[in-house]
């Protein structure tokens, strides 16, 4: 039950090398939490993952149901089943939320769907995360609350329905009741056929989503991997003592 295996990763963006011999590994059914300092690596882990062309992997793997997906662009990676949330989602004037989501999903799992039938999953989906349901029409992420777009992610997350989930701050700029929302319906989402990996330091998400594991990424590596307990650890504490492992 295998689904991510980062063995040994170097990556970089323009000319600074970021991750340094990252290992990862995540099994179906499990939810991973990553936390680590400002600039530490986390979104270029993600990135990584999912193949963003700015971010060069230059040695190391990353097998996806154990086959390696280096040299496989994002789209394809996307349709392999992997999902990444933005830590900044960005606004599209001119596409609807509906319209997206559903061409998205016609992409991703190459069959048509008719839009009756889209309608009312859609619809099921803006209930849970508490939308109205008039924000199927409206333009994607356009004059959307930053809270808004990140529920707005965890609906696509849904309809998309992937593999492995990796999601880059998500409780930015959310509120604490929108915190909830959030965790409810990754929690919602989350089976053992799929696999969560969420960058957060949010401790009443952390608290929601009980992880089965918390990594601390500290330049470019995890350099230290534990229970719920660690992510505690460092709520209360910080990284500094992390950061006497980075050194010796
Ligand atoms: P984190 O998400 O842990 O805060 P990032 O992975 O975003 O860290 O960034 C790691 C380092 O790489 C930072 O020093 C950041 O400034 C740098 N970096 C990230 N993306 C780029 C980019 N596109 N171009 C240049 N430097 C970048
Ligand atoms: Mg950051
Ligand atoms: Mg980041």
Redesign the pocket.
């Known amino acids: 039950n295998r689904l991510l295996e980062i063995k040994d990763v170097y990556a970089k ?2 000319e ?1 090398e ?1 991750l340094k011999g990252l290992n990862l590994t995540v099994n179906k059914g499990e939810v991973h939490v990553i936390m ?12 990584a993952i999912m193949g963003h062309p ?2 060069k992997v230059t040695s190391g793997e990353i097998l996806f149901e154990e086959e390696n997906i280096i040299d496989i662009k994002t789209d394809e990676r996307a349709r392999k089943g992997i999902f990444l949330s933005f ?1 900044t989602p960005e606004e599209v004037p001119g596409i609807t939320v509906e319209g997206l989501l559903r061409s998205a999903r016609m992409s991703i799992t190459g069959k048509p769907i008719k839009l009756r039938s889209f309608r009312t999953e859609l619809k099921e989906k803006l209930e849970l995360l508490q939308f109205d349901e008039s924000y199927a029409a409206r333009y994607l992420n356009v004059g959307f609350s930053g809270g808004e777009k990140k529920k707005n992610e965890i609906i696509q997350m849904m309809l998309l329905n992937p593999k492995l989930v990796v999601l ?2 998500t409780d930015s700029g959310l509120d604490v009741d929108a915190v909830k929302i959030v965790s409810n319906g990754i929690n919602q989402f989350k089976n053992e056929e799929n696999a969560v990996i969420i ?1 957060t330091h949010n401790s009443k998400m952390l608290e929601y989503l009980r992880p089965d594991y918390v990594h601390i ?1 500290l330049d470019g590596k995890i350099v230290k991997t534990g229970d719920a307990s660690l992510a505690k650890e460092v709520i209360d504490n910080g990284f500094a003592d992390f950061k006497d492992i980075v050194r010796s």
């Open positions: 963006t323009e600074k970021i680590g300092s400002n600039g530490a690596g986390k979104s270029t882990l993600a990135n700015r971010y830590q880059d701050e960058i990424l």
